[in-house]
Nanobody, 129 residues
């Protein structure tokens, strides 16, 4: 069974930086971490879950929500089964629980994160003004 565990969320002042981490363990039959598309989503209180960033199998493609483009960077280390989200120039509106997700494919369902194979339990990021 695949497990995703996020960590290193916390409290940061506006304009600051934070790097959150997602470690993936386990494997399904015939598929390993390196064959999954990985992504980050977030959900603020009272809001729907929203897409933040995606990275392809070999880090050959990345995509970002317009709201974080130029400030956030997603990366992965397949040797460590780990995906990262570097967040710079943080704003109070970035406050949310950030979730890591994995799926064998990437497409329009990622807009809301519908049908993703695996989810982590989230890590809270709070940005104070």
């Amino acid at each position: 069974q695949v497990q995703l565990v996020e960590s290193w969320g916390g409290l940061v002042q506006a304009g600051g930086s934070l790097r959150i981490v997602c470690v993936v363990s386990g494997r399904t039959s015939g598929r390993t971490f390196s064959t999954y598309h990985m992504g980050w989503f977030r959900q603020a209180p009272g809001n729907e879950r929203e897409f933040v960033a995606h990275i392809g199998w070999r880090s050959d493609s990345t995509d970002y929500a317009d709201s974080v483009k130029g400030r956030f960077t997603i990366s992965r280390d397949n040797a460590k089964n780990t995906v990262y989200l570097q967040m710079n120039s943080l704003k109070p509106e970035d406050t949310a629980v950030y979730y890591c997700a994995a799926d064998p494919s990437y497409g329009s369902t990622w807009i809301k994160g519908d049908g993703m194979d695996y989810w982590g339990k989230g890590t809270l990021v709070t940005v104070s003004s």
